[in-house]
C-alpha cells in the first residue's frame, strides 16, 4: 500500500470516528426509549443475554478455546474471500497461530475475523436448515441463547486479539480499520437489541440519523474554532 492509500485511510479512518460516537449514542438512545418492566427484560432478551454472561464466565474463569478461534479466524478469511472470488490455496490453525493462503485480498477479507461472528453464523444457518423439517418456534429461547454465547465468543476473542498488533490491522490503517470493525460489530449489538425488544430499525434510523448530523456539525465547530486559536498563536 503506497503512501497515498495510507492517507486516503487515515483520513477515512479519522472520519469515522464521528459516526462511531453517533452510532453508540443511537443504540443509548434507542435502549432508554424501551419500556421498563417485563417488555425491557423479555424472555428472548435474557435468553441472549444469558447466554453472552455465560460465556464471559467461562471465558474469564474456567478455559479459552483458543484453537477453536483460530480456525473461526481463519476460515473467516477464506469464507470472504470465496464470497470476493478469491481461490484458496491453503489453511492451517494451530492454538498459536494460523494461516491462510488466498489468490486475492481486499479490505473486507482481511477485517471480516474481527466483524463477522463465524460461530453465531453457523448457529443461525443451522436453525435454518433445521426449521425446514422441524418446528423450532418452541426452542426458540434455546437458539437465542446460543447466539448470545458464540456472539460473546466472538466478542471476547476479537478484543483479546485487538490487543495484540495484528498484521491485517496495520496492512488497512489501524485507524481505519478499528473505526470500521467497531462500527460493523456494534451494527450486529443493535440487530440484537431489535430482534429481542420491542425497539424497531425505524426508530434506529431516527436516531442515527440525527445523533449523526449533531455529532459532524459539533466536530467541524471544534475543528474550526481549533484552527482559528492555532492562527491566533501564529499570528
Same mark, same amino acid.
Given at each position: ?6 492517507l $486516503?485511510r487515515?483520513?477515512?479512518? %479519522?472520519?469515522l470516528l464521528p459516526?462511531?460516537?453517533?452510532m453508540?449514542?443511537a443504540?443509548?438512545d434507542l435502549?432508554r426509549?424501551l419500556?421498563?418492566g417485563?417488555? =425491557?427484560v423479555?424472555?428472548q432478551?435474557?435468553?441472549l443475554?444469558?447466554?453472552? =454472561?455465560?460465556w $464471559? #464466565?467461562v471465558?474469564?474463569g474456567? %478455559? ?6 483460530v ?5 473467516t478469511?477464506?469464507?470472504? #474471500?470465496?464470497?470476493?472470488?478469491a481461490r ?8 498459536? #497461530?494460523?494461516?491462510?493462503?488466498l489468490s ?6 482481511a477485517l471480516?475475523p474481527?466483524f463477522f461472528?463465524f460461530?453465531?453464523?453457523?448457529? $443461525?444457518?443451522?436453525r435454518a $436448515?433445521?426449521s425446514?423439517?422441524?418446528p423450532i418456534?418452541?426452542?426458540?429461547l434455546i437458539?437465542?441463547?446460543? %447466539?448470545? =454465547?458464540t456472539?460473546g465468543?466472538?466478542?471476547? =476473542?476479537?478484543?483479546?486479539?485487538l490487543?495484540?498488533?495484528?498484521p491485517d490491522?496495520?496492512?488497512n #490503517?489501524?485507524?481505519f ?15 440484537w437489541?431489535i430482534?429481542?425488544?420491542p425497539?424497531?430499525?425505524?426508530a434506529l434510523?431516527?436516531?442515527?440519523v440525527?445523533?449523526?448530523a449533531? %455529532?459532524?456539525?459539533?466536530?467541524w465547530s471544534?475543528l474550526?474554532?481549533?484552527?482559528g486559536m492555532i492562527?491566533?498563536?501564529?499570528a
Amino acid at each position: 500500500m503506497g503512501m497515498g492509500e495510507k492517507l $486516503l485511510r487515515l483520513l477515512v479512518g %479519522v472520519l469515522l470516528l464521528p459516526l462511531c460516537v453517533a452510532m453508540s449514542w443511537a443504540l443509548v438512545d434507542l435502549i432508554r426509549e424501551l419500556p421498563s418492566g417485563r417488555e =425491557f427484560v423479555s424472555p428472548q432478551a435474557l435468553a441472549l443475554l444469558g447466554g453472552y =454472561f455465560i460465556w $464471559l #464466565g467461562v471465558y474469564l474463569g474456567i %478455559v479459552r478455546p483458543t484453537h477453536a478461534y483460530v480456525w473461526a479466524h481463519e476460515l473467516t478469511h477464506a469464507l470472504w #474471500g470465496l464470497l470476493f472470488g478469491a481461490r484458496i490455496h491453503s489453511i492451517r490453525a494451530k492454538p498459536t #497461530g494460523g494461516a491462510v493462503a488466498l489468490s486475492k485480498t481486499n479490505t473486507l477479507i482481511a477485517l471480516a475475523p474481527y466483524f463477522f461472528p463465524f460461530y453465531t453464523m453457523v448457529v $443461525l444457518l443451522l436453525r435454518a $436448515l433445521l426449521s425446514i423439517w422441524l418446528p423450532i418456534a418452541p426452542y426458540e429461547l434455546i437458539w437465542l441463547f446460543l %447466539v448470545g =454465547f458464540t456472539w460473546g465468543f466472538h466478542f471476547t =476473542f476479537t478484543v483479546q486479539t485487538l490487543l495484540i498488533r495484528q498484521p491485517d490491522v496495520v496492512d488497512n #490503517g489501524r485507524v481505519f480499520s478499528l473505526a470500521l470493525i467497531y462500527l460493523l460489530n456494534l451494527a450486529g449489538i443493535c440487530v440484537w437489541v431489535i430482534c429481542t425488544t420491542p425497539a424497531t430499525f425505524t426508530a434506529l434510523g431516527s436516531h442515527l440519523v440525527a445523533r449523526t448530523a449533531l %455529532v459532524y456539525v459539533k466536530s467541524w465547530s471544534g475543528l474550526v474554532a481549533l484552527w482559528g486559536m492555532i492562527a491566533q498563536l501564529w499570528a
